[in-house]
């Protein structure tokens, strides 16, 4: 008695004789539940029938079983094939139907592109080929953060996330994302398909994100709106790398630390001197540096070694650079740090010196508003607890990790 692979064929072959002759005998599918024989599939870049208990016999060649093979066959997401080869509904292309989504291609073209799970469910709610985002340009992609997924298509975008979902970003709103940076940018990834926006007699258009907004009217364009986030910066603490090369043998470092921003001064913190600290020794902190909306600043770091000095000497200084840097900032009219102002804080903390006390290290650098919400959305770890670190110090006078976590309040 034939097999459902063999029954299909025996229908085909008569209207389809380029499927051509077996190249394998009828196999099982490494699962052990489905079956599949290879064909010729001649001038068609070869032929197969695959079958499955669930989905029974259906045959795949050309375009859509390259796509499908490179994607690993039955276990790739989509898994096994629920229809012939057909037509698209637009009559523009060809598919095949799989349990978990399609494999589609358009005409005079010379890629197949799969789209599956939630993202098929999306397109297929608007109906396919047929709607206007119209035949997919890629297959299903990962996010450079590894937590979302999306296909582009001739009409639009379609992102998804675990807790957003899938969502369609088109148009002049999708180009004002693009333009952000993508789901990278300041606005994340979108919550809501396109909109029509109340009391614009349909004419006006907006996404939600989870960043903020984008609305769209004929008039005015795309125009966006941010959420503002509140998040504090800590300093949890430091490790000794390497200790100095004094005879001496005990260091006893202190460090100064704190932010420069636009916004409400912020205190710097002081450590106070630590006696006696050695290599691989670890001392925790928990020292607030700046609480307040996300947005560019400059965090800045001295580091001094105490041998005759006095260490609260330093204090009312370091705090008056901080406070230039506050003031330029206060000053600038866009949302980014210009070069200068974080020069000058570098130069303030280069001119900080005393007599008898060394400096072990310093550093003045920019934390953008998008690097400290990828530190908020970064699962912290070690110990001390960290979501960045600084490396400063040398050879002669010791070098210190420093430990900052970002936590959204």
Not at 18 to 32: F, H, L, M, S, Y
Not at 137 to 160: A, C, K, M, Q
Not at 217 to 234: M, Q, R, S
Request: charged share 20%; aromatic share 12%.
């Amino acid at each position: 008695m034939p097999s459902a692979i063999d029954t299909k064929y025996n229908e085909l072959i008569k209207t389809n004789p380029w499927i051509g002759k077996p190249v394998t005998n009828e196999q099982a599918c490494p699962d052990k539940i489905g079956y599949y024989r290879h064909y010729e599939g001649l001038n068609h870049g070869g032929a197969s029938i695959y079958w499955h208990p669930q989905t029974g016999a259906h045959l795949i060649y050309g375009l859509i079983r390259s796509k499908w093979a490179a994607l690993g066959w039955e276990k790739s997401p989509l898994g096994y094939p629920t229809s012939d080869e057909g037509k698209a509904g637009s009559g523009k292309g060809r598919y095949n139907n799989f349990q978990n989504g399609t494999i589609i291609w358009k005409q005079n073209t010379s890629q197949a592109f799969a789209v599956y799970g939630r993202i098929y469910d999306k397109w297929a709610e608007k109906n396919w080929d047929l709607g206007f985002l119209g035949f997919p340009l890629t297959d299903e992609l990962g996010t450079p953060d590894g937590v979302g997924r999306f296909n582009h298509f001739e009409g639009g975008s379609i992102y998804w996330t675990p807790s957003t979902g899938a969502h369609i970003v088109m148009g002049l709103i999708r180009e004002a994302w693009k333009n952000q940076g993508w789901e990278t940018g300041r606005l994340r990834y979108p919550c809501t398909d396109e909109l029509v926006t109340e009391g614009t007699n349909g004419k006006g258009r907006y996404n939600l994100f989870e960043g903020g907004e984008i609305h769209w009217t004929p008039e005015g364009g795309a125009k966006i709106k941010f959420y503002e986030v509140n998040i504090e910066i800590w300093f949890s603490g430091f490790k000794c790398l390497d200790e100095s090369s004094e005879i001496s043998g005990s260091d006893e470092p202190y460090m100064f630390l704190g932010v420069s921003t636009s916004g409400k001064a912020q205190t710097p913190y002081e450590t106070g001197v630590i006696g006696d600290v050695d290599k691989g020794n670890v001392i925790r902190a928990a020292a607030r540096l700046y609480s307040g909306i996300a947005q560019d600043l400059i965090l800045a770091v001295v580091i001094r070694e105490n041998d005759e000095g006095d260490p609260h000497a330093y204090s009312s200084t370091f705090k008056s650079i901080l406070d230039a840097g506050n003031v330029a900032l206060g000053a600038t009219t866009g949302v980014t740090i210009p070069g200068n102002i974080l020069q000058l804080v570098s130069n303030g903390l280069s001119n900080l010196a005393g007599a008898g006390d060394d400096t072990v290290g310093r550093r003045a650098d920019l934390l953008t508003r998008d690097y400290l919400m990828q530190m908020v959305n970064k699962a912290e770890g070690g110990d001390p607890v960290a979501d960045f670190t600084w490396d400063i110090g040398n050879k002669s006078e010791g070098i210190y990790r420093l430990y900052f976590f970002v936590k959204k309040v």
